[in-house]
């Protein structure tokens, strides 16, 4: 329907409504053709009449002409005229005279088409191309009968997709036998497959718009989808259509729509439709004009006669060869700039092609822009051949022996590569002569000359950018080139600077910048020897955060080193002057108490780690995990030398051989595998031997007789030795009863250690495979040392030798223990891993300790550095008095001893005991809880003690008498409870339990007042408002609930959470509730309406949005932050729902966090027994 009748029908629309009665038009319109009899009952189905006069017009709108004039007419015999005479000055016209062309030489109803099609508009300034512009029809008219593809293609800039909208400006094309279903246009570009996808969703929405549907059909979900859906509404619903598909790049997206149908594509890449079916045409786009045409876009953009136009308009079409691209950017450029003639020209000459910049429907705002797109798509290899073409001169062409001379490369390679430049528009071939000659256009040719020529003079300035994408080799050898040149002061002042470090690292990672340290560390200590280590220490302790997307903020990592590192005060001064812009940072104040012994941690995969070593000189680390593949890193910077895709399964254990040439691997597909390291190629696959997953593989420390032991989850045969000059097994190694999980031979090679599930250790004589002595490592661990979720008992998941062999390093859960067997004693202990640790190794010298872990990284540790540490190990159970005086922090120790430090914990003993802090002498033990006790509290006037418990009851104590009220009534554990508002004749206490309950109990008779069946699942956290009218609950059921302390009624129930709800907590005002799930989501609620969703973009290696459970919330007093614990910490602004800061703890699995009343401290201690106490830095007074 024509643009003016459908804007007539849509201002009429109220009124038709409310006068028309639907079935008496309808059958006139029956009759006249233009409506269907299921039409006219879905219209007569609606109940109302002004709905079936309403549900007409829109079945209507979806017609042609004939429907509008038909409509028109059978007002009229019904009798209304005054509704009529508001359609008739908006009449279309069907008479031939109608049809015939317009101005712009399209009727009107090509044009509606077109525009419905999404078919650009013609460009402010045309010149028509006839003879390209025939051949485009010539091909199209070929697809009358047959589906197909049409290909345009040519360079950059050449006017492909002008060419191609104004082919189908035909009303023969359009209207006649070719395409009578219509035209479409997407326009592909680069993207990614989500990209892709939306562009298909877009598509698919635009054809079904048509369908007479009440309900419309969703949008694909993916691409596969999308594909089938275009396939089906090609097929059925629009066969005689055309789908033009405008600046294709790669095959992937032009498979998307190989469906059958007609099909039209513009390209930079001739040889695309090779990888779809159907019948396929191409039609060429020379690079450029002919200079009359060139020159007449020129004259109409200036609004000048041809012959009126000065000699540097022949000069500029002359000097880019007539590019569409380039005359239409100066054109544009001199319409508001007419006297620039000269300065344009002068820029072209000069190949200032960044320039020539004018923004524009094309999507190139510059020149230098469109090429260098072209390059993108290139694969590196190929790209740095391609930068080669610049010397190359111009007007010259070459064949491909000179090229073969150039590349050092075989003639057939050459000439392969040769053609893919050939097909992707980028190279012209000559096939005129034998052999072919190659050449490049000559604003290819300066593009590539400038870009090689301007490096320099623009890094002499200053560091790249990142957005800069060929700052790329810069980031990565501009250090190497100031050290080489002499540059010292320029390089120290790099080095030693946080903005070079965030930037490269955000762009390159963090293994080259400690590469670079490395590296330049002789020229970088003649400056200063300790900013030097400084800053390769935090790049080593931090390198597997900063390989985080997003990036994470690097200043605030920075605030974690000691206070008197240079990285430190960097970030601190940055900190301030960010802070007084309103940024949240925070500075951890007790860092001090915390001595890292790791030197390097490294997050080389993305799945579980099951494996690390060092090669035999120490230059190199190996690692392995569920990732299947096998990677290899320099040990001084983390740098990746090799990646092998080395397992069918998981791969379980690598070990480098004697001389380092080799690596072997072991998998769960029970095979192992020897590999050449440097080549990364398969040497040799031991198989058949083992029945069940191999645990570990280890090579012999000498080369007089190379041997390779293997273990695995076998009952009985689960210990093995094999030569590998041999087939099958040379040994096998009885004893153990349970898996082995580990095996390491003695520094000379008389014994090896085996490490099992039954929690013991092993020595066998490797001459004999007889066992020689065997440990109980089960034994030297306390009860204490298990946590109390883990009943597995001490499985011992791995050993190594010192380099004299008179100690032995073992892991067992997440600690490495280092054991002296002859005076059976424990000398020293390393936590750090988040999660259990399947091995350790020494180096060579014995100067670090390797040890990788289930929480994704590697950790060298420094041996020196190791001792039996005096620092305590606190549990997360813990309290904090914030006063004027400053922070008192109460904790239970990991050997349960209560530590009150200038900063520490509360206790979660079976017994309840009440200290003097002072003193810290017992003042009352109060015993009669059987089972673990959760929390205690004391009232206000410090007399009454109450505490929770695993047994399931409350017990109520006037300590110094040891008299006490058991409050019994809940099934299951109660974990907390919080004391109500009340007169002090009659407190009251709320209590919540595993059971689903909350209960209200009367504190001075220990009556139960209200028995509240809350949820379906366990009650796992509770909160009350500050005007104590509200309490919340929330469930392992996925919900949290309000509830009235008045009535004892729920308020409203609050869903959406997908895990277990584990927190909540009312806001200041109790306005507002926040809850944390089980996946890292936390929502924020007013009144039982969600009101944000703080929760980030993608989730963590944890699989979490945070980190891991949302344990603890609490709002600032105004209201407007919200801070949560998790595997770390994060801040949140309550009204955007965007984290505002994110802190790293060195462990995880946050309990709880305590907040001062400013909202300017906080203090909490993760899963390893580390403090932090955190303020928040004041910004610079300005």
């Known amino acids: 329907m024509e643009e003016r009748a459908r804007s007539c029908l849509l201002r009429s629309k109220d009124t038709l409504e409310q006068d028309i009665k639907a079935s008496y038009l309808m059958d006139h319109m029956i009759s006249d053709g233009v409506l269907t009899t299921d039409e006219e009952d879905r219209v007569l189905s609606k109940p109302t009449r002004r709905e079936q006069a309403a549900a007409l017009l829109e079945v209507l709108l979806r017609k042609d002409n004939r429907a509008y004039i038909s409509f028109y007419n059978a007002l009229v015999r019904e009798s209304y005229g005054d509704l009529a005479n508001l359609l008739h000055n908006d009449l279309p016209q069907l008479s031939p005279e109608g049809e015939k062309s317009f101005s712009n030489g399209v009727s009107s109803l090509v044009q509606l088409i077109l525009s419905e099609g999404g078919v650009p508009q013609r460009p402010m300034v045309f010149v028509n191309r006839p003879a390209l512009l025939n051949q485009v ?77 009440d309900s419309p059909p969703r949008p694909p979900n993916s691409i596969e989808e999308a594909k089938e859906r275009l396939r089906f509404l090609m097929l059925r619903k629009f066969p005689r259509a055309l789908l033009i598909l405008d600046d294709v790049w790669d095959s992937s997206s032009l498979r998307a729509f190989d469906i059958q149908c007609r099909v039209l594509l513009t390209t930079r890449n001739r040889s695309l439709t090779d990888s779809v079916s159907g019948q396929k045409e191409s039609v060429p786009v020379e690079s450029g004009l002919d200079e009359e045409k060139a020159l007449e876009i020129l004259a109409l953009y200036v609004n000048a006669q041809l012959h009126s136009l000065p000699e540097q308009a022949h000069c500029i079409v002359k000097e880019c060869k007539g590019s569409p691209l380039v005359v239409s950017l100066i054109g544009a450029l001199l319409r508001e700039f007419p006297d620039r003639w000269g300065y344009y020209l002068r820029q072209l000459q000069r190949k200032q092609f960044q320039r020539i910049r004018k923004s524009s429907s094309y999507d190139y705002e510059a020149l230098d822009q469109a090429m260098d797109a072209s390059l993108q798509v290139l694969n590196d290899e190929h790209r740095e051949l391609y930068k080669d073409l610049s010397v190359l001169e111009k007007d010259v062409k070459v064949p491909a022996k000179v090229l073969s001379v150039l590349w050092d490369l075989e003639l057939e390679e050459v000439e392969d590569v040769l053609q893919e430049f050939v097909n992707k528009s980028l190279l012209f071939r000559d096939c005129n002569q034998r052999p072919y000659m190659y050449f490049l256009h000559d604003l290819q040719l300066d593009f590539l000359t400038e870009q090689n020529r301007s490096q320099l003079q623009a890094y002499a300035k200053g560091p790249p950018t990142s957005a800069d994408v060929e700052g790329l080799y810069w980031y990565r050898f501009l250090p190497h080139h100031m050290a080489r040149a002499g540059l010292s002061k320029e390089l120290y002042s790099l080095m030693f600077s946080l903005d070079w470090v965030k930037n490269k690292a955000q762009i390159m990672g963090s293994a080259h910048l400690i590469n670079d340290y490395v590296e330049h560390g002789a020229i970088l200590d003649q400056e200063n020897s300790e900013v030097r280590l400084q800053f390769q220490e935090f790049l080593s302790l931090n390198g597997h955060q900063l390989e985080q997307r997003p990036f994470p903020d690097l200043v605030q990592l920075a605030l974690s080193q000691p206070h008197c590192s240079e990285v430190y005060r960097q970030a601190l001064l940055q900190a301030k002057e960010r802070a007084s812009r309103g940024q949240l940072y925070l500075d951890w104040v007790n860092k001090s108490d915390v001595e890292s012994l790791s030197r390097l941690v490294l997050h080389p995969h993305q799945n579980s780690l099951y494996y690390s070593c060092f090669s035999r000189d120490g230059s190199k680390i190996a690692s392995c995990g569920a990732s299947k593949t096998l990677r290899v890193f320099k040990s001084n910077s983390g740098e990746k030398l090799q990646e092998i895709p080395a397992h069918d399964d998981e791969v379980l254990c690598c070990a480098f051989s004697p001389d380092d040439r080799h690596i072997a691997t072991c998998s769960s597909d029970r095979k192992v595998k020897v590999w050449n390291v440097e080549k990364g190629t398969l040497l040799r696959v031991l198989e058949d031997e083992h ?17 390779l032991a293997t273990c695995s989850n076998d009952t009985f045969m689960n210990a093995k030795l094999w030569n590998l000059n041999k087939r099958g097994s040379q040994n096998t190694m009885f004893g153990h009863l349970q898996p082995v999980n580990h095996c390491c031979f003695s520094p000379d090679d008389t014994y090896i250690a085996t490490s099992s599930n039954d929690g013991s250790m092993k020595l066998f004589e490797v001459q004999s495979a007889n066992e020689y002595k065997s440990f109980d490592i089960s034994s030297l661990f306390s009860e204490n040392d298990n946590n109390d979720d883990d009943k597995t008992g001490v499985i011992v998941k791995c050993s190594t030798w010192s380099s004299d062999g008179s100690r032995i390093f073992c892991a067992a859960k997440n600690t490495v223990f280092l054991w002296d067997f002859e005076a059976n004693k424990k000398m020293a202990e390393c936590s750090g891993h988040l999660s259990w640790i399947p091995c350790v190794q020494f180096s060579p010298n014995g100067s670090l300790l390797l040890s990788c872990s289930d929480d994704q990284t590697i950790r060298l540790w420094e041996t020196e550095r190791v001792h039996t540490s005096s620092a305590v190990a606190l549990k997360r159970d813990f309290d904090v008095d914030f006063s004027q005086d400053g922070i008192t922090v109460v904790a239970a120790d990991s050997k349960n001893r209560l530590q009150v430090p200038r900063t520490n914990l509360t206790l979660c003993l079976l017994i309840s005991y009440v200290p003097h802090l002072p003193s810290g002498n017992t003042l009352a033990t109060l015993l009669g809880h059987t089972k673990t006790v959760h929390h205690c509290l004391f009232t206000a006037d410090g007399q009454t003690l109450i505490t929770s418990s695993e047994d399931t009851t409350i017990r109520v104590w006037r300590w110094r008498t040891e008299e006490c009220l058991i409050l019994a009534g809940h099934k299951e554990p109660v974990r907390k409870f919080h004391l109500l508002g009340s007169s002090s004749s009659s407190p009251a206490l709320l209590s919540w339990s595993f059971d689903g309950t909350a209960k209200v109990w009367d504190l001075s008779c220990g009556k139960k007042l209200q028995d509240l069946e809350c949820h379906k699942g366990a009650v796992l956290s509770g909160d009350v408002s500050t005007d104590g009218s509200l309490f919340s609950t929330a469930s392992a059921d996925k919900t949290a609930k309000v509830w009235s302390c008045a009535s004892w009624e729920m308020v409203f129930s609050l869903k959406g959470h997908k895990a277990c709800v584990r927190s909540c907590r009312f806001s200041w005002d109790g306005k507002r509730l926040a809850t944390g799930d089980d996946n890292g989501e936390i929502r924020v609620s007013d009144n039982g309406h969600l009101l944000k969703i703080c929760s980030c973009e993608r989730k963590d290696s944890m699989d979490s949005f945070h980190g891991g459970w949302v344990t603890d919330l609490h709002f600032s007093p105004d209201n407007k932050v919200l801070v949560s614990t998790g595997g770390y910490i994060k801040w949140w602004s309550v009204d955007r729902g965007e984290a505002l800061q994110t802190f790293y703890t060195t462990g995880a699995n946050l309990k709880r966090i305590h907040v001062s009343p400013d909202f300017r401290t906080f203090v909490t201690i993760d899963n390893i027994g580390i403090l932090y106490v955190l303020k928040q830095v004041e910004g610079v007074q300005i």
């Open 691 to 707: 029945e069940e997953q191999i645990n570990h593989c280890q090579f012999t420390n000498t080369n007089r007789r190379v041997l």
């Open 137 to 213: 029809r010539e091909k199209l008219y070929q697809l009358q009968k047959v589906v197909g593809w049409v290909t345009v293609f040519g360079m950059a800039g050449s006017g492909k997709s002008v060419l191609a909208a104004e082919a189908v400006r035909d009303h023969s094309l359009i209207k006649g036998t070719c395409f009578p279903d219509g035209v479409h246009w997407l326009s592909v570009g680069q993207c990614e497959r989500a990209e892709l996808l939306v562009r298909m969703q877009s598509l698919c929405f635009r054809l079904e718009q048509n369908q007479t549907v």
